[in-house]
C-alpha cells in the first residue's frame, strides 16, 4: 500500500515530468469506481488546462492547475504513476490518462481499483473537509502536541489517526514509536513534553529517511525496526530468528496487536 514516502516521490516525480504541457484529452477507465466527479464534469474543467504544481498531505496528492481547479490523487493499496509516450507503453493497469498535447500521457496506474480522483476548489478546502491535519513530514512539536492533548488512548492507535498525523501509517507508527523509544500502547495524556518533542523529531526523521530511500524499505539504516518486521513476513523455510532482534539490545522483537494492528516493539527499550 502506497504510504506518504511513495506518495511524495510520486509528487516529486509528477513535478519532473507533467508541469507546464497543455492538457489536450483525459480518459478515465471506470469512472463510476474511481471518479468522485461526474466524467464529462471532470474532462471539461481539465481540457486546454495545465498542471502547474503538486502538493501533498499525508497519503492525499494534489495537482494544481494554471485555472485553479485542483486534481484530488488517492493512490488506495496499489496505487501508482506513469509517464511515457508511446500507446505501446501504456501501463497494463492505468486507469486514468491524461494525454498531453505534445504527446506524452500521465498516467494514474490502479490493479485493484481503490484508488480515487476528484476535484476540489482548494487545497486546504479539501483538507478541511476530510478533517486532516498538518501533514506528517513537517509535523511540529507544537501541532503534535495539539493534536494528543488530553486523549488517554494508545499513543500508537492516535498515530493512525489522519486528524493527528495525516500520514503515518501502520509500520511508520511502529519506526516512529521504536525510535522514539515509546510503549505503544502508553497512554497519550501520560507523554511528557519531552517525550512528545522526541516523538514528532521520530516522525520527521523516519519519513525523510524513507523519501531518501525512494520508500526501499530495504536500503533503510540496519538500526531500523522495519528489517525485523519484514523478516516476519518472509517465508516459512527462511530462518528467521536471527533477524527478529532488536538492533540496539538484542532482545527478541514481539509482535502484539493495539487498536487492531498488528503492532511489533521491543520489550525492553520500549518499556
Same mark, same amino acid.
Given at each position: 500500500?502506497?504510504?506518504?514516502?511513495?506518495? @511524495?516521490?510520486?509528487?516529486?516525480?509528477?513535478?519532473?515530468?507533467?508541469?507546464?504541457?497543455?492538457?489536450?484529452?483525459?480518459?478515465?477507465?471506470?469512472?463510476? *469506481? !474511481?471518479?468522485?466527479?461526474? +466524467?464529462?464534469?471532470?474532462?471539461?474543467?481539465?481540457? $486546454?488546462?495545465?498542471?502547474?504544481?503538486?502538493?501533498?498531505?499525508? /497519503?492525499?496528492?494534489?495537482?494544481?492547475?494554471?485555472k485553479g481547479a485542483v486534481v484530488t490523487m488517492h493512490f488506495g493499496m496499489t496505487g501508482d504513476v506513469a509517464f511515457y509516450r508511446d500507446e505501446a507503453d501504456t501501463p497494463?493497469?492505468?486507469?486514468?490518462?491524461?494525454?498531453? @498535447?505534445?504527446?506524452? *500521457?500521465?498516467?494514474?496506474?490502479?490493479?485493484?481499483?481503490?484508488?480515487?480522483? $476528484?476535484?476540489?476548489?482548494?487545497?486546504?478546502?479539501?483538507?478541511?473537509?476530510?478533517?486532516?491535519?498538518?501533514?506528517?513530514?513537517?509535523?511540529?512539536?507544537?501541532?503534535?502536541?495539539?493534536? +494528543?492533548?488530553? /486523549?488517554?488512548?494508545?499513543?500508537?492507535?492516535?498515530?493512525?489517526?489522519?486528524?493527528?498525523?495525516?500520514?503515518?501509517?501502520?509500520?511508520?507508527?511502529?519506526?516512529?514509536?521504536?525510535?522514539? !523509544?515509546?510503549?505503544? @500502547? *502508553?497512554?497519550?495524556?501520560?507523554?511528557?513534553?519531552?517525550?512528545?518533542?522526541?516523538?514528532?523529531?521520530?516522525?520527521?526523521?523516519?519519513?525523510?529517511?524513507?523519501?531518501?530511500?525512494?520508500?526501499?524499505?530495504? #536500503?533503510?539504516?540496519?538500526?531500523?525496526?522495519?528489517?525485523?518486521?519484514?523478516?516476519?513476513?518472509?517465508?516459512?523455510?527462511?530462518?528467521? #530468528?536471527?533477524? +527478529?532482534?532488536?538492533?540496539?539490545?538484542?532482545? +527478541?522483537?514481539?509482535? /502484539?496487536?493495539? $487498536?487492531?494492528?498488528?503492532?511489533?516493539?521491543?520489550?525492553?527499550?520500549?518499556?
Amino acid at each position: 500500500m502506497p504510504e506518504l514516502p511513495e506518495v @511524495e516521490t510520486y509528487r516529486r516525480f509528477i513535478d519532473e515530468t507533467s508541469l507546464y504541457l497543455p492538457i489536450a484529452e483525459v480518459d478515465v477507465q471506470d469512472p463510476k *469506481r !474511481q471518479l468522485t466527479v461526474d +466524467l464529462d464534469d471532470f474532462r471539461k474543467t481539465l481540457r $486546454g488546462d495545465q498542471f502547474t504544481g503538486t502538493h501533498r498531505v499525508g /497519503k492525499q496528492l494534489f495537482l494544481l492547475t494554471a485555472k485553479g481547479a485542483v486534481v484530488t490523487m488517492h493512490f488506495g493499496m496499489t496505487g501508482d504513476v506513469a509517464f511515457y509516450r508511446d500507446e505501446a507503453d501504456t501501463p497494463r493497469f492505468a486507469r486514468a490518462v491524461f494525454y498531453f @498535447e505534445n504527446g506524452f *500521457r500521465f498516467a494514474f496506474v490502479d490493479s485493484r481499483k481503490f484508488g480515487r480522483i $476528484g476535484l476540489a476548489k482548494s487545497v486546504e478546502a479539501f483538507r478541511l473537509q476530510k478533517k486532516l491535519g498538518p501533514d506528517a513530514l513537517t509535523l511540529s512539536t507544537e501541532e503534535l502536541t495539539q493534536g +494528543l492533548a488530553k /486523549k488517554k488512548s494508545a499513543i500508537k492507535s492516535l498515530l493512525l489517526d489522519q486528524r493527528i498525523a495525516p500520514g503515518v501509517g501502520n509500520w511508520i507508527a511502529d519506526e516512529v514509536l521504536f525510535q522514539a !523509544q515509546l510503549e505503544p @500502547e *502508553r497512554p497519550a495524556d501520560s507523554l511528557q513534553p519531552v517525550e512528545i518533542d522526541r516523538l514528532a523529531s521520530s516522525i520527521r526523521e523516519v519519513l525523510e529517511t524513507a523519501i531518501a530511500a525512494e520508500a526501499i524499505y530495504r #536500503d533503510f539504516p540496519s538500526h531500523y525496526l522495519i528489517h525485523a518486521r519484514e523478516w516476519d513476513e518472509a517465508p516459512a523455510s527462511t530462518t528467521k #530468528d536471527a533477524h +527478529l532482534h532488536c538492533p540496539r539490545c538484542q532482545t +527478541l522483537i514481539q509482535k /502484539k496487536y493495539v $487498536g487492531g494492528r498488528a503492532t511489533y516493539f521491543c520489550p525492553n527499550c520500549q518499556v
